[in-house]
């Protein structure tokens, strides 16, 4: 059973678009992460959201953590080609990093 | 943040045979892990790299099939053993600080066994 589920798992769009990419979970997280990864490159950090209800921005990236901390969602404004790439949501247990299950976004010009 | 090398990039390896994976940073750090990737999936962990004793293997993951050293706070290898063509994958090394911190990834090593 993965601990981290994202939906959707693909998302293909046209460039303008807005988008919401979803990471839950039954467990309860100190924080949850966000990564980028591009191909043929390890995942970048993009933000950690620690506070249940925070929200974050970055440019046209809004995160926020559920409450309960226990879910985060990543919506995009006005997506560009450039923003393609693989999304994943990642969460501490004790002390390893796990993974979402990933969505992998196509944006078109 | 630290800068990793991580070699090869790539290989092509028959079954049956063995690769070892270097991961080399630019500074002391105090986790190290190894993550695999399988084509168009997400990451999954397979070992924490422990300083100087054995490492910390997750479930479905062995010793005998993924032998990992770290013989300093800068340095790891992981070895896929007896290549099988199920063994194909993107590894990736990966760097921390403590528990809630960011991880720091090498660009991974495509692995395409035959």
């Known amino acids: 059973t993965q601990l981290l589920e994202q939906s959707p798992q693909f998302l293909s769009i046209q460039e303008g678009e807005n988008l919401t990419v979803y990471c839950n979970s039954s467990s309860v997280f100190s924080s949850l992460q966000w990564y980028r990864q591009e191909p043929g490159e390890g995942p970048v950090l993009l933000v950690t959201?620690?506070?249940?209800?925070e929200v974050k921005k970055l440019k046209r990236l809004t995160f926020q953590f559920g409450d309960a901390r226990k879910d985060s969602s990543l919506h995009i404004t006005a997506a560009q080609p450039g923003d393609t790439g693989l999304y994943l949501c990642?969460?501490?247990?004790?002390?390893?990093?796990?993974f979402g299950t990933g969505t992998r976004l196509q944006v078109f010009p | 943040s630290a800068v990793i090398s991580q070699k090869p990039s790539r290989d092509i390896c028959q079954r049956g045979t063995s690769l070892t994976i270097q991961c080399q940073v630019d500074s002391q750090v105090t986790m190290m892990f190894w993550y695999r990737q399988q084509p168009g999936q997400s990451l999954t962990l397979i070992a924490t790299?422990?300083?100087?004793?054995?490492?910390?293997?997750e479930s479905g993951f062995v010793i005998d099939k993924f032998p990992i050293s770290r013989p300093n706070l800068t340095f790891s290898t992981l070895t896929v053993s007896n290549m099988s063509p199920e063994d194909s994958s993107i590894y990736l090394c990966?760097?921390?600080?403590?528990?809630?911190?960011?991880?720091?990834f090498g660009n991974g090593t495509r692995l395409t066994v035959t």
């Open positions: 959201v620690v506070t249940g209800g």
């Open positions: 990642a969460g501490w247990v004790t002390d390893k990093l796990i």
């Open positions: 990966s760097v921390g600080s403590g528990p809630n911190s960011p991880l720091h």
């Open positions: 790299a422990n300083q100087g004793s054995e490492a910390t293997y």
